[in-house]
């Protein structure tokens, strides 16, 4: 007996298939971007891969609760097609678990990449540990609920299990809280940039997008208090499963997404690249007073402007990574001088005599020379 004709079943196991879908292609862009672009593959990029097999592995044993029932109602499941069912929601439980934690052990090795202040280093190892501790927890009382581990699936085994409720929402309290203290932990630091305000917000807004991570914690907790009161669990999993399947899978998607900008600067560079078009410099020199040999007596001012456009094949463009300990980003001087495409000199040199006489001379000689070195990188 299967329920994917059932709207509930086939709804569920498509929200878990798209959701998953989404996080491969991203997770794929991030680490190509890691490993061919940016060519700096670090511990982070390689947590995220083994937490999207485990996502993989989640959609495969939710497909297999699906073709077994989950869906429909308790009373028209057949019981040796219950018990199958339950299987494989016992071994999705730690599954879900792993994945998540992995996750966001990957977003917590990243930030230790990012910042590189000793303080911000011992915090992040701080809640690397409580992580390593809290979801060997959650995986081991995952797998050994019942025991003997028979009990979970056919209750009439003898033996005792974990209260499962209590279980259930202490364990999501805890991703809860680890998820808040995730978002606001890089916060701090990136509002001490010295940036501009706009890139500042741009900044937060990539590290804030933990937030969405949160919401989906908040409405799969609501999903479970559903399951732990219901007296048809077959029928009421479908909420709790959906939500794990798409906590799981927006993790792996917010954790990979500041590792993209990258690609998506090279894939679409007017719009995601973070360098300007071009610079632009106007220098003007006080008004002076000294006889000259054409006008005589007189007040002369000189302008001077710089032009330059920027190659758009060349880098200015910052990485995550180039967050120094002072607060400040980190620039390179070789991609500065390969910026910029060419420079165009334009010296203006006005003369007013007492005849009100206007001599305009162009000059890409003498002082134009010094104005270059002061002005250009």
């Known amino acids: 007996m299967t329920t994917l004709s059932t709207s509930r079943g086939h709804q569920a196991l498509a929200t878990s298939a798209v959701f998953t879908t989404i996080a491969t292609l991203i997770a794929a862009v991030r680490i190509y971007t890691r490993a061919f672009l940016v060519k700096q593959m670090g511990a982070d990029d390689h947590v995220v891969i083994v937490s999207l097999a485990f996502s993989w592995i989640f959609f495969g044993l939710l497909a297999g609760e699906v073709f077994h029932g989950m869906g429909e109602h308790y009373a028209l499941i057949p019981a040796e097609t219950y018990k199958v069912q339950m299987i494989f929601f016992w071994a999705s439980v730690p599954i879900y678990q792993t994945s ?12 230790k990449r990012v910042f590189s202040t000793p303080r911000m280093r011992k915090a992040c190892w701080l809640l690397i540990g409580f992580l390593a501790v809290y979801g ?10 019942c025991v003997p581990l028979a009990k979970f699936w056919d209750p009439t085994v003898p033996g005792f299990c974990l209260d499962k409720k209590a279980l259930w929402f202490s364990n999501s309290a805890i991703h809860i809280l680890t ?4 978002l ?4 701090p630091v990136l509002k001490s940039l010295q940036l501009p305000r706009k890139q500042k917000f741009a900044l937060m807004a990539v590290f804030a997008l933990g937030g969405f991570v949160l919401i989906t914690s908040v409405l799969r907790l609501k999903s479970l208090l559903v399951i732990s009161n219901s007296d048809d669990p077959t029928y009421d999993n479908v909420g709790a499963a ?3 399947a798409v906590e799981c899978n927006v993790a792996i998607i917010c954790a990979c997404l500041p590792g993209t900008r990258a690609f998506l600067s090279k894939l679409l560079p007017h719009i995601f690249s973070t360098r ?4 632009r410099s106007r220098t003007t020199r006080p008004s002076r007073t000294g006889r000259n040999v054409l006008t005589g007596n007189g007040n002369t001012e000189v302008l001077a402007s710089v032009v330059g456009g920027r190659d758009h094949s060349s880098a200015y463009d910052h990485d995550l990574e180039n967050l120094s300990p002072s607060g400040s980003l980190k620039y390179s001087n070789e991609p500065a001088k390969k910026a910029f495409a060419g420079i165009k ?11 009100h006489s206007n001599i305009t001379l162009n000059d890409d000689t003498g002082s134009t020379k010094e104005l270059v070195k002061k002005h250009s990188f």
């Not at 996750?103 to 990243?110: E, F, G, P, R, V």
């Not at 606001?184 to 916060?187: C, L, R, T």
């Not at 300007?276 to 610079?279: A, F």
């Not at 000199?345 to 006005?350: D, F, L, M, P, Q």
């Open 100 to 111: 998540l934690i992995s996750t966001k052990m990957s977003i917590l090795l990243q930030y």
């Open 136 to 145: 060997t927890w959650t995986i081991v009382s995952a797998w050994a609920n």
């Open 179 to 182: 998820d808040i203290l995730i």
């Open 184 to 187: 606001i932990y890089p916060m």
């Open 242 to 244: 959906t939500w794990s």
């Open 276 to 279: 300007s078009n071009g610079y």
């Open 345 to 355: 000199v334009t010296t203006n040199v006005t003369q007013e005599s007492t005849a």
